[in-house]
T-cell receptor, first 114, second 118 residues
Framework: AQSVTQLGSHVSVSEGALVLLRCNYS??????LFWYVQYPNQGLQLLLK??????LVKGINGFEAEFKKSETSFHLTKPSAHMSDAAEYFC????????????FGGGTRVLVKP | DAGVIQSPRHEVTEMGQEVTLRCKPI?????LFWYRQTMMRGLELLIY????????DSGMPEDRFSAKMPNASFSTLKIQPSEPRDSAVYFC????????????????FGPGTRLTVL
């Protein structure tokens, strides 16, 4: 079955350090790829998405992600973590054959230490 | 725009009672999605609509769950009878399909309804 995997359910980073969240998908056909962020007691908000074209995608709040077809990956990075980045992050995929459905990874909770 | 609106934000009920969750999508959006989020199962798609018509309800857990979209600005998710294992946060999301070639759509999520079934 097609799926999306996020490595690490929890990540702890120091303020100012690099944030790296990993996402891999399982499909021979590249899907559309998304990263969403969920702050406590809120709904999900889109950070960025990849459809076609440039494989390095820039999103809001200084985040970016790179689509690597050879690695079936779409890892999310931010050069310098801020306290406000503490949240849960979800990678999601949409396979063209699956209509308009998004499949979400299990989520990675980010803790930012002062 | 007010964004996706969900009500109530919190619902506490007793096992066996009927629960109705409500959603108002963003005006002009033609897709509406219902998700459920739990610690054990993560974020699951329950059902989605296009132009008020249910397209895929394969995620609906069982017959106790039903969803309707009587018009473009309103949808309900009903659980009857409710059970403790239905306790979760239920999200509604909406999106607008752009173009004809299956362009990606950004799904906009509501704040969710936290349901507790005692």
């Amino acid at each position: 079955a097609q799926s999306v995997t996020q490595l690490g359910s929890h990540v702890s980073v120091s303020e100012g350090a690099l944030v790296l969240l990993r996402c891999n998908y399982s499909s021979s056909v590249p899907p559309y790829l998304f990263w969403y962020v969920q702050y406590p007691n809120q709904g999900l908000q889109l950070l960025l998405k990849y459809t076609t074209g440039a494989t390095l995608v820039k999103g809001i709040n200084g985040f970016e992600a790179e689509f690597k077809k050879s690695e079936t990956s779409f890892h999310l990075t931010k050069p310098s973590a801020h306290m406000s980045d503490a949240a849960e992050y979800f990678c999601a995929v949409r396979y063209k054959a699956a209509g308009n459905k998004l499949t979400f990874g299990g989520g990675t909770r980010v803790l930012v230490k002062p | 725009d007010a964004g996706v609106i969900q009500s109530p934000r919190h619902e506490v009920t007793e096992m066996g009672q009927e629960v109705t969750l409500r959603c108002k999508p963003i005006s002009g959006h033609d897709y509406l999605f219902w998700y459920r989020q739990t610690m054990m199962r993560g974020l699951e798609l329950l059902i989605y609509f296009n132009n008020n018509v249910p397209i895929d309800d394969s995620g609906m857990p069982e017959d106790r769950f039903s969803a309707k979209m009587p018009n473009a600005s309103f949808s309900t998710l009903k659980i009857q009878p409710s059970e403790p294992r239905d306790s979760a946060v239920y999200f509604c999301a909406s999106s607008f399909r752009r173009g004809l070639a299956g362009d990606t759509d950004t799904q906009y999520f509501g704040p969710g309804t936290r349901l507790t079934v005692l």
